[in-house]
């Protein structure tokens, strides 16, 4: 069956602008893949200095209460006068 020049045209056209589409999909699922792999990178860091922290205190002689006395002490909050 021959076609015009016009229909040839016309479905190159689509046959472009399909595959340009799935080129963008791809490019967006990948995007959003990768963000969401930062997002942990960055959710695990702070985890880790959590755990780290926690784990200098355990080891660490002074007690917890004084970790808070020092806490309040250089954060001013002791020795104001109201």
Not at 22 to 34: A, L, N, P, S
Not at 74 to 79: H, I, P, T
Request: glycine share 8%; net charge positive; hydrophobic share 45%.
């Amino acid at each position: 069956m021959p076609l015009d020049i016009w229909i040839k045209g016309y479905f190159a056209m689509g046959i472009i602008m399909l595959i340009q589409s799935c080129i963008t999909m791809t490019k967006t699922i990948r995007d959003v893949h990768e963000s969401g792999k930062l997002v942990n990178r960055i959710e695990d860091a702070k985890a880790e200095r959590l755990l780290m922290g926690i784990e200098r205190a355990k080891n660490s002689p002074v007690s917890p209460q004084e970790w808070l006395n020092r806490a309040t002490v250089v954060s001013g909050a002791v020795g104001r006068t109201a």
